[in-house]
């Protein structure tokens, strides 16, 4: 049988090496100059090509449509990826957080991995070649597809052209427009796994650069009293706002949250920081005293060296509305206090999301009701399957994203 694959990231790699070890003639098209794009620059250029949770776990980790993943999950779990990348001579390692990366720290390996697979698997592939339109007869059965070169005629065709994060990588949204001409539906396109900006430029432009460990978040809704998300781990202060990884995973929930845009315009939205969430408040309040107390004679602002980053102690003294040239002596129990709430919560109200060009991941994308979960096959359409970011599933920071594309691009090839 003639398969098709449209797009050669992690999902149409692994779709394509499938199918063609079921023994089909398998053509891989990929409109960039080379495979794997996006890949190489995940994980900072390391790639963090899954989690070591339990599989059972993974549907937790995905807030966008989870269970939809529940038989691929099934058909190709995170184990399986770990054997595939063993069996190319590529070992894994775990790191904090359950997270799973090249023993090399290197993501070119990992693609080195799928494009050797692909070729002791016999995949024929075609690069710079964009695929315009997907041909279907009256019966709406696939029988080709048409590109910028040629018309190619298959019997089968997986598109995984990604979604419109990082456009220069090559995910421009070309599949959403494609199948949307077929009648399928295209869910909501919005960034997920993205930075976020913040109303108090000023303050964050001055803790620019500075990467906080160790700390724990909670984003509120200021109307409702509600906390949407909490979380544990590293954040970073840009120019623009908050980053890092904690922050990313908490825009994928923040990003399905009702009523957001009334929120954010009218400031009801607000990232708070505990920079000590081992510290209870009293334990925090009785280290600032013994830190004081060695140093009784100093002015206030030479006070909090052991206790904050350099960068953060001239923001937190602004805040804190304590003198900085008051001697440590004389600042009252009251001013302490206030110095505490503070550190256990460092307000920031959220302003929006930076643009979907800087997502990780896009959030919507192919309405998961008109795709059969157990095969990937379109219900509308017979003989076009779906792999990876087109369809409307997205997960946290973490390697769940990447799983979700080998599992998603395994349940197609494996259909086929």
């Not at 959403?176 to 930075?195: C, F």
């Not at 160790?214 to 544990?232: A, G, M, P, R, V």
């Not at 509305?321 to 919560?345: A, H």
């Amino acid at each position: 049988m003639k398969v098709v694959v449209v797009g050669g990231g992690p999902a149409g790699m692994m779709s394509a090496i499938t199918s063609a070890q079921n023994g089909n003639e398998v053509t891989l098209l990929e409109k960039m100059n080379t495979l794997g794009k996006k890949l190489l620059i995940t994980g900072k250029g390391r790639c963090n090509v899954t989690s070591s949770l339990n599989i059972d776990d993974f549907i937790k980790n995905i807030p966008g449509n989870g269970m939809f993943l529940y038989s691929a999950f099934k058909n190709f779990d995170n184990e399986d990826i770990i054997n595939f990348m063993k069996e190319q001579g590529l070992q894994l390692k775990e790191e904090r957080g359950n997270r799973m990366f090249p023993i090399t720290d290197k993501s070119q390996d990992v693609l080195k991995a799928f494009t050797s697979k692909l070729k002791e698997s016999g995949v024929k592939i075609k690069v710079n070649t964009e695929v315009k339109n997907i041909l279907v007869n009256q019966n709406n059965e696939v029988i080709g597809v048409k590109t910028d070169k040629e018309t190619i005629y298959t019997d089968k065709v997986i598109l995984a052209t990604g979604g419109k994060s990082y456009p220069l990588t090559g995910s421009t949204g070309d599949g959403y427009k494609m199948v949307k001409k077929l009648g399928h539906t295209i869910t909501k396109i919005k960034p997920s796994l993205v930075p976020l900006q913040a109303h108090e430029m000023e303050v964050c432009q001055q803790l620019q650069g500075l990467s906080l460990k160790n700390i724990s978040i909670k984003i509120n809704d200021l109307q409702s009293n509600k906390t949407i998300y909490e979380d544990f781990g590293e954040m970073l202060f840009t120019h623009f706002g908050v980053s890092g990884p904690i922050i990313l995973s908490s825009s994928a929930h923040l990003v399905r949250y009702k009523n957001l845009d009334n929120l954010l315009k009218n400031r009801e939205i607000q990232l708070i920081i505990d920079l000590k969430p081992a510290l209870s408040k009293e334990k925090l309040d009785e280290r600032i005293l013994r830190d004081f107390n060695e140093i009784k004679n100093k002015q206030f602002k030479n006070g909090l060296d052991k206790l904050l980053p350099r960068k953060m102690i001239d923001v937190i003294i602004e805040k804190s509305e304590i003198n900085p040239n008051k001697n440590i002596n004389e600042i009252t129990r009251e001013e302490r206090k206030s110095l505490v709430q503070l550190i256990k919560g460092f307000k920031i109200l959220i302003k929006g999301f930076r643009p979907i060009e800087e997502a990780i991941i896009t959030s919507g994308g192919i309405n998961i009701k008109e795709i059969n979960p157990k095969t990937m096959e379109s219900k509308l359409i017979k003989g076009l399957y779906f792999a990876g970011e087109i369809i409307d599933v997205d997960g946290y920071t973490g390697g769940f994203n990447l799983q979700i594309a080998y599992s998603t691009g395994f349940t197609a090839g494996m259909n086929i």
